[in-house]
């Protein structure tokens, strides 16, 4: 079997993945043959269309107005607070068991480039990615399998941890499907819960949570793709949950109080 990976930049996961996973599989006749890396050109190019456009976007989805789908964006991400995940000039390198890897960056995964790039590959994993596209999917040709960072019986969409916390939850469950056009609403292949990592601050509490995740996500993969390789098939319907975007500004600021008192307490 030939997998390919997809992966927004700086495809953390899927380099952690190489690393700690290439030579087991290929011990198991998987050969990770392509990263495809989305340069996210829209967003390159025209900063200000793009944000606008995921302002519309969560405002149909949410049913509320766009200028308060905007208020929610920015006080969520000032208060939150991630970083950054534009490529730095090391982001190329190779880390060990990179040989082999044929590392290939598009426009967008929802582009001509990165469905011909995988078109020698038997199975591609979405490792961090934007939503991909049913017309992207059905030139693909091949199962598409992506990570989710809850149940999707839970909550689908995003953003991730958060949904968690403000449901007082203690852990988040890693979920791998299929890909379909709907959002998170693929059949289930495998779950495994993590610990939230409480850390005072809602922020921090979800930065620490999934980079705290990250193994068990490689490992997940992994676990799915020897399924997978060995014809072992447990698939379950998805629930399809409630789809979430940003949430509200009153929702924000409850589950970073939930954090300030979780702390010391998890």
């Known amino acids: 079997m030939n997998i390919a990976l997809f992966a927004g930049r700086p495809a953390s996961i899927a380099r952690r993945f190489i690393t700690r996973h290439h030579e087991g599989l290929s011990r ?12 996210n050109a829209g967003k390159q190019q025209n900063p200000a269309k793009h944000a606008w456009n995921v302002v519309r976007r969560q405002a149909r989805i949410s049913g509320c107005s766009s200028l308060t789908s905007l208020l929610r964006i920015v006080f969520y991400k000032t208060l939150v607070r991630l970083p950054s995940l534009s490529l730095q000039p090391n982001d190329m390198a190779k ?6 890897v044929e590392t290939v960056t598009v426009p967008t995964l929802n582009s001509p480039g990165a469905v011909e790039a995988a078109r020698a590959c038997d199975l591609v994993c979405l490792m961090g990615t934007r939503i991909i ?4 999917l059905l030139e693909l040709k091949v199962p598409v399998i992506n990570i989710h960072a809850s149940d999707p019986g839970f909550v689908r969409g995003g953003p991730p941890v958060f949904w968690e916390i403000l449901g007082g939850l203690d852990g988040m469950t890693l979920t791998i499907h299929d890909v379909v056009p709907e959002v998170d609403a693929g059949e289930i292949l495998k779950q495994r819960q993590v610990p939230i990592q409480f850390r005072g601050s809602l922020g921090r509490t979800i930065r620490e949570t999934m980079s705290a995740a990250e193994p068990h996500v490689t490992d997940l993969f992994r676990d799915v793709i020897l399924d997978l390789q060995a014809g072992r098939q447990d698939r379950r319907p998805n629930p399809r949950g409630p789809l979430r975007v940003t949430p509200t500004i009153r929702d924000t600021l409850k589950a970073e109080l939930i954090c300030r008192r979780r702390t010391g307490r998890s």
């Open 133 to 136: 596209r049913r017309d992207t």
């Open 28 to 39: 198991e006749g998987v050969q990770i043959r392509l990263l495809v890396i989305d340069a």
């Open 95 to 100: 880390p060990p068991g990179f040989e082999g």
